[in-house]
Structure formats: C-alpha cells, structure tokens
C-alpha cells in the first residue's frame, strides 16, 4: 500500500468526534442513502474536492464533468466498471452505443489521458464507445496517440435532424465531458438522444452558489438523520452579483458580505473553542480549473487589491467574464503528503452514486488556507483497498479507512446535491 496524507492538526477532537459518528451509523447511513437514490437520479459522474481541517470536513467544490480519470489507482478500475453498469442501468432504457463529447483542448496531453481512460472504462463496462469533438477546426477524423501507448480517434461531430453522431455512428446516449463555459452549442440543442449531465449544468448556466444551497439542505437533512451538527460538513456561503472587478463596481457588496460570513464562522469556531483564524474563499459563481478564486482574511482586503489581483478575478476559463462571486468558508486543510510535508487535499471520483476512487492534490508551494487547483500541484492516488465504502470499527476513527469512509459520505452528500440541483 502506498503512503497516506498525515492529519497533521492537534485540533482533532470534533473531527473524531465526526468520524466516529459515522463509522457508528453506518447502517443509518447506508439506508438514508438508499432511500435517496430510490426517488432521484443522479449526474453521470462526478469529482468532489474535499477539505479536511481537523475539526471539520467538508466539500469545496463539484464538477460535474470531470477529467483526471489518469489520476485514479488503477487497482479500482473494476469498480468503475461495475459503477459505469449500474448507472446506466439506472436510466431505464436500452443503451448499446456511447459518444462522448470532449473539451476542445486536444493539445493538454493530460486531459487527452484522462478521456483515454474514461473511454476505456466505458468499453469494458460492455458498450461502444466513439469520441465527438466540437472543435470548430476538425474536419475529418485526427488520431493521437498519447504517452501511455493509448491512440485516441477524435471524430467531427455531424448532426441530422434532432439526432447526433460521428459518421455512421448515431449513439443511444451522449455523454458531455466539456463543461460549456463558452455558452450552450446549438449543435446539443433539441436532442432526441439522451444527454448526460444535461445542458443546463454546463457552466453556461450553472451556479456554484445554486449547488451549494443544494447541499445545504442535503446537509441539514443528513445531519438530522444521525444527530450531527451540520456545520460540521458544510461549508457556510453567501453570494454577490453583479460585480465588475476591473471596474470596481460591487465591492461594497463583497465587503459587506465578507464581513457577515467572518462573523458567523467566528461563532462557530468560539462554539468549538477553534484557535484558527477565519477566512473565506472568494470564488467565481461560475466557472472551474481553479480560476477566479482568492483567499481573504478581512474585508479591507477587497478595496485594496491591486490591478493583478482584480485582473486575475475578472475572467474564467474561455476568457468568460466574472459577474457573480460565491464567497465559501474558507475550510482549512491540515493534511500534508511527504517530506518536507506538502499541503495537500482528497478529490474524490463518482460514477452513478458509486464511489470509484480519487487521488490527493499536493501543492509544495501553497499554504493551509489556499487554493491547491493552481499551477505546480500533483496528485497521487488513494491508496485504500476498499474505496471509501469500508470503515473499520477495530481501528481508530482517523484510520485510514474511517477518514476515507468519511470523505466518500461527504462526496456522496455532494452528488446528492448535484442530483437536486439537476432535477430543479
């Protein structure tokens, strides 16, 4: 087995307490999940980035296509398969043929890896799988053939009627593996095929804050369930639009609800006699890649930064202009990967309502209370034999397969407010 993230705080009484409460409701637990699942369908897959402070854990963020897969311990591959099965079981209808439409960054051999493995998961689990691309420059069929030995075919995606495909290939379900960030294509409008996760999650019209309110009310549900206070698997959050940050406009908005946010964590670290400072996380309401993200400590800070500072918060991804800020509580991170110790983060992999696996992102450079997605992180993969489905009641509740049961509730959690958020 290889190495694990040491939980390096000595403020790690409430976390046991959270971890031993789940590992002595499991049986609870598994039940309420079922009994979700029984009346909701969820995201095809997604990742769920979790913070662990110690005396809290709680998820960040949830992208709802991601990449990555080539992170993923491979050991776990039958689990994907089996969890590709289920979920597409679940959708009631029969389904033999696949594409999956990519991002356009053909040139991100990473990303390219990532799609390699995904499809190979999808073939393995017994379907037909072709890859459609929307770059706007392909126009015949462009195979890659990527480090790993992979060869990768990426097709023109044509469309006739309300149908899409790749030549002579119309499948029965599409899957999007690109986040929409530069608006809805009218190529995916109208479909009579099955497209997952649908239209309306892209970031186009997706809203981090929507997804947050979501699993606010998951939380306080779950945490009633199993007498937990919810805030201790809940980031707070509040929102501001519209903002303009190279225009200055909308900071008083930003400040003011900084300064209410400071307070009210403030509280709850008094509640639990919490040492560290507060601190939130300013975020673009839409958007992913670790983009438009900074951590503030104060309010003052918002009428101070400076023109690099503003310039970096004012786009996303496809240059998308930033308009609307989640501003999230900023949940400390206390687990550190190697020597000398490196902050690092679980991001844990959904497919269907299954956890599959995930990996830490490491950051050597960056500090407890930052953003880890950002220039310069690794990843390496869980190493756990049992995928955050086992807890282990002989052992501690910060053994390594309690934390990890616990991470798998909080992104289940996650995906369950993914699901509300889609059915909404």
Known sequence: MQSVPHLTTAQIGPMLMVESHLQEHLADIESWFRNQWRSIKEPFYASVDIRNAGFKIAPVDTNLFPA?????????????????????????????????IPENHTRNLFYMESLGVLKEIIEKAGFEVRLGSMFPDLTEPKEATLESGRSLLLEPLLKEGNRIGVDGFIPELVILNNDLS???????????QRLTPPLNMGWSNRLKSMHFGQYKMVAEEFAKHIDLDPWLIDPLFRNCGEIDFMKREGETCLSRNVTALLENIQKKYDEYSIKSEPYVMVKADAGTYGMGIMTVKSPDEISVLNRKQRTRMATVKEGQKVTKVLIQEGVYTHETWGEPPAVAEPVVYLIGH??????????????????LNSPGMRFEPLAFEDCCISPEKSLSPDAHPNR??????????AMLAAAREMAA
């Open 68 to 100: 990555g897969f080539n992170n993923l311990n491979p050991a776990f591959e039958a689990l994907c398969i089996q969890a590709v099965q289920l979920a597409i079981e679940r959708m009631n209808t029969r389904i033999d043929r696949i594409l999956i």
């Open 182 to 192: 530069s608006g809805r294509p009218a190529l995916l409008e109208g479909l009579d």
């Open 354 to 371: 299954s956890v599959v696996g995930g990996f830490y992102r490491v950051h050597s450079a960056r500090g407890v209370n930052e953003n």
């Open 404 to 413: 990890f049961y616990a991470y798998g509730v909080i992104a289940r959690l």
